[in-house]
């Protein structure tokens, strides 16, 4: 069974920045890709970035040049550096596991709070 933990969301001024991270425990499986999505206040979830095995990223229109994702040497560790943060980019942020574990999986992580103040 796989696990993610998010952290490192809060309250930070517009302009400022955070990073979350988000960690996969558990044992037998492989990672296809690491998402990190987003879900404002009354809309829907949305896709902010990913990362897939090979190491190429994508990223939402909206964030693009303000957001990195990257991952860590293990590669069951992922990243989202947020700068220059704006209003409309809060929301809580949830990060994805896809992967393998002999049959396909897919987890989420419980979600981490990020609150930009103008």
């Known amino acids: 069974q796989v696990q993610l933990v998010e952290s490192g969301g809060g309250l930070v001024q517009a302009g400022g920045s955070l990073r979350l991270s988000c960690a996969a425990s558990?044992?037998?499986?492989?990672?296809?890709?690491m998402t990190w999505y987003r879900q404002p206040p009354g809309k829907q979830r949305e896709l902010v970035a990913n990362i897939i095995s090979g190491g190429s990223t994508n990223y939402a229109d909206s964030v693009k040049g303000r957001f990195t994702i990257s991952r860590g040497s293990a590669g069951n560790t992922v990243y989202l550096q947020m700068n220059n943060l704006k209003p409309e980019d809060t929301a809580v942020y949830y990060c994805?596991?896809?992967?393998?574990?002999?049959?396909?999986?897919?987890?989420w992580g419980q979600g981490t709070q990020v609150t930009v103040s103008s």
């Open positions: 994805n596991l896809e992967g393998r574990a002999g049959v396909r999986i897919s987890a």
């Open positions: 558990g044992s037998g499986f492989t990672v296809n890709a």
